[in-house]
């Protein structure tokens, strides 16, 4: 993903954000959390109201040498996550 190069001020662990993409057609929105475990807790949340695993998607966002790197974080890893809490 190539974007403007524009000045970039967070504040995240080794430059890097989750987000939690909700695909539900009622409500769908993007939460950006600046660590995993925040992320997962409200991916707990969304399970415990119903929500669909498949109405969910979760995805690291690390910004390395100007651009941003995206990759989606896999079920089984959210359920190792979840199994720490």
Wanted: glycine share 2%; hydrophobic share 40%.
């Amino acid at each position: 993903m190539n974007l403007p190069k524009i000045p970039v001020n967070f504040v995240a662990k080794d430059n890097t954000f989750y987000a939690l993409v909700n695909k539900d057609e009622k409500a769908s929105s993007v939460a950006v959390f600046s660590d995993l475990s925040s992320c997962v807790k409200k991916v707990k949340d969304h399970l415990k109201s119903g929500m669909k695993t498949e109405d969910l998607e979760l995805m690291s966002l690390a910004y390395l040498n100007d651009n941003f790197e995206t990759k989606k974080m896999s079920w089984e890893t959210i359920a190792i996550e979840l199994s720490k809490e």
